[in-house]
């Protein structure tokens, strides 16, 4: 494998455990819309495009109001996520003290990942940042438009890291090295084996260890 010299990040249950704070938003603003109790897994099933085409899916008569009140309730309950995973901060650090250009392409709204990258502190590592839309996963497009913009990197240089088995069907996609975070409780590191990704790490200090042998 070619030195890295870029890396593209995933950012729900790869650089934080989000998914817990995403569904209880979820939950909190739509719920009251629909009138009905929502489970884990309708919730989960409508993903894919961002949080404001989970709510088309979820209350679609209610969209502006059910957009407006995720937004704040993802904000508000915050807490349930207030940090990064442990050595996330550090690695993007060090990551940038070698010159190591980083981006993000990420299934979330742009709205919700700003919130998330300002409680994390994590809003000036990226140079480019590729969120989701509402009308579907956009994740192979996204990269992409990362690799044109590293202008004068070659593909073989890039990595994306990633948790979901999207992640790894986008990188394929698109023909760039796919790392599997399979770190967060949140991850099914079997559906991510079966997709073969190229590497697979269970801890981010394991992940780190080896980045550091190939850049």
């Not at 030195?3 to 603003?29: H, V």
């Not at 008569?61 to 349930?80: E, M, P, T």
């Not at 996520?81 to 993007?92: Q, R, V």
């Not at 809003?123 to 044109?148: C, H, M, W, Y």
């Amino acid at each position: 494998m070619q030195k890295i010299k870029a890396i593209i990040f995933d950012l729900d249950g790869t650089l934080a455990n989000t998914l817990p704070l995403c569904i209880e938003a979820f939950r909190q603003s739509v719920e009251p819309l629909i009138n009905r109790s929502i489970s884990d897994t309708e919730i989960i099933a409508t993903f894919g495009p961002s949080e404001e085409g989970t709510i088309m899916a979820l209350t679609p008569n209610n969209y502006d109001k059910g957009v407006a009140d995720y937004l704040k309730f993802y904000k508000n309950l915050h807490n349930i996520c207030p940090t990064p995973f442990d050595g996330i901060k550090e690695l993007l650090v060090a990551l940038k003290e070698k010159s190591i250009r980083i981006a993000m392409v990420t299934g979330k709204g742009k709205y919700s990942t700003a919130i998330s990258l300002q409680q994390f502190g994590l809003q000036n590592f990226f140079e480019l940042i590729e969120t989701g839309s509402p009308t579907g996963a956009r994740k192979a497009e996204g990269i992409q438009l990362v690799l044109d913009f590293l202008y004068g990197i070659k593909k073989e240089e890039v990595i994306y890291v990633g948790d979901a088995p999207s992640d790894i069907i986008a990188s394929k996609s698109v023909g760039v090295t796919v790392v599997a975070a399979a770190w967060a409780t949140t991850a099914a590191p079997e559906k991510l084996i079966a997709l073969l990704p190229d590497k697979i790490f269970y801890t981010i200090k394991n992940f780190a260890n080896w980045l550091y042998t190939t850049i």
